[in-house]
């Protein structure tokens, strides 16, 4: 799957607003407290997620398959970051060499079931952290509302399950099936929602939603899809839209022999 620049541009806005602000804390407190952290993001796009996190001694690796984005990405973000054209669905080949933490946004909805649970083994062998947000949920509801908008959001969601970059995509249940798969691994993980809610403010980016949503519903055979789309568009400029999204933050949970403490002696 490609995504362009400009897309990716238009919703980083959204996406920053969007993001749960106590998760994100707490990711900067982590890389705070490392000495000297590595992050690996992957499907890096142009680095929204290292933008989102903003200034932290970490060093930062930018993995993703298109050559076009990550060029735009080290144009953005200066020579000191490393960026690696790779297709992440070859796990045993991410760079996870000396990783503190792991990051992605917007990348777990497209992920298979298999993918993920091959990509926590690797990480629960090196301990490393992960912070994937922005993953959709399914939520999608516009204000005022429209009679095409339930069948219109069934047949994206629907779609969203189909086979994207990583095999059958989990969709909507990708960020909790993620959730679910580090808790087996013994790591602790918060999740949060983190929504778009956009307004008339964001019609541009509105505009481009409801056509790629009409695009994908159409696919799957709705042939309302293009009059849902005409009536969404001429109506953008007044419309409310939320779209869900959630935020996992999975962290190793501390060794046994770390939380032990000597006992007081006695006198
Ligand atoms: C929705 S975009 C998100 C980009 C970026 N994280 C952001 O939030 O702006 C998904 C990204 O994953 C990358 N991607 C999708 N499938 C991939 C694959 N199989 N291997 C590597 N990168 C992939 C795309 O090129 C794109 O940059």
Known sequence: MSFSSEWLDLREKADIAARDASVLAEVRRFLEQAS???VVDLGSG????LRAIGSSHARWR???H???????????SGPDIETVELDLTRT???PFESATLVTASALFDLASASWIDALADRLVTSQTGLYAALSYDGILEWVPSDPGDDAIRDAFNAHQRGEKSFGPALGPDGA??????MRKRGYNVTTARS??????ADAELQRALVTG???AAGETGVESADAWRARRLAAASQLHCTVGHLDVLALPAPRPDALHMPSPRRT
Do not use: M
């Not at 909790?176 to 798969?181: K, P």
């Not at 929504?195 to 008339?200: D, E, K, S, V, Y």
């Open 46 to 49: 142009t680095g929204s997620t």
């Open 213 to 215: 949503i009409a695009k």
């Open 195 to 200: 929504p778009w809610r956009l307004g008339p």
């Open 66 to 76: 298109d050559p076009v984005l990550l060029a735009e990405a080290a144009r953005r």
């Open 92 to 94: 045993a080949d991410i």
């Open 176 to 181: 909790g099936y993620l959730a679910n798969a």
């Open 36 to 38: 000297a952290p590595v």
């Open 62 to 64: 930018l993995v993703d």
